[in-house]
């Protein structure tokens, strides 16, 4: 089956084909409606075959539904029909789970996404459960703010692992997973990582959106 895989940022959409194809980029942002990401994805991939779709959505999904707006996006996500608007079968998962189930290797794994925001994602023995960490309180605000794109450029690299490693400790007392994967396309900024954490990638999106379809759930 060939699967169209889509991981929606705040910074660009990614696309993706299971066909060898290369990764490709749209510019995203508080611009980006579903309206005009379905029009540039469809713009972007018109050489490309595809039957089925996989979405990561930036945001709360509850039995297959966008429940909530994008902090990062334009307006418009919830109720619209992108299996009318593609014409294809189309699964959605929020952004961080679908990268955290291309991450999964085995028991309980929590996933961090170090990007435009905070993602998490929680996998025990297969399962995935989707979490929304980042507005949490932390400091002098919420964990999105020291973690996310925001905090990194206004902190510099060293003071912005720091952050990130004190959070890593607090999740592990609270979530005692097995190991953590720190994803997310700041990830590679970190200047130290504690013993059980292993850094994630990006690409781990595109597995994640395979797996959504290939495990039919």
């Given at each position: ?18 066909n ?9 942002g ?23 779709i ?10 297959g ?81 020291y973690l996310?794109?925001?905090?990194f ?44 954490c292993?850094?994630?990638?990006n ?15």
């Open positions: 089956m060939k699967i169209l895989v889509i991981d929606i940022g705040g910074s660009n959409v990614k696309v993706r084909v299971n060898g194809e290369e990764r490709r980029k749209i510019p995203s508080t611009f980006m409606t579903p309206q005009k990401m379905v029009e540039e994805v469809l713009k972007t991939t018109t050489d490309w075959e595809y039957e089925v996989s979405l990561g959505y930036p945001g709360v999904i509850k039995d539904k966008i429940t909530a707006e994008p902090k990062n996006l334009g307006h418009g996500w919830m109720g619209f029909d992108f299996e009318s608007a593609f014409g294809k079968p189309f699964k959605i998962m929020n952004d961080a789970a679908m990268q955290a189930l291309g991450s999964y290797d085995k028991g309980v794994m929590l996933f961090l996404g170090l990007g435009t925001g905070l993602g998490s994602a929680l996998v025990s023995h297969g399962h995935v459960v989707p979490m929304e960490l980042a507005h949490l309180t932390y400091k002098k605000g919420v964990f999105e703010d996310g794109k925001k905090g450029q206004h902190l510099g690299a060293a003071k912005w692992t720091k952050h990130v490693n004190t959070v890593v400790k607090r999740f592990t007392i609270a979530f005692i997973p097995d190991e953590i994967v720190l994803g997310g396309g700041n990830s590679k900024h970190l200047t130290k990582t504690l013993p059980n292993r850094l994630g990638n690409q781990m999106a595109f597995e994640g959106g395979l797996r959504m379809w290939n495990n039919e759930g």
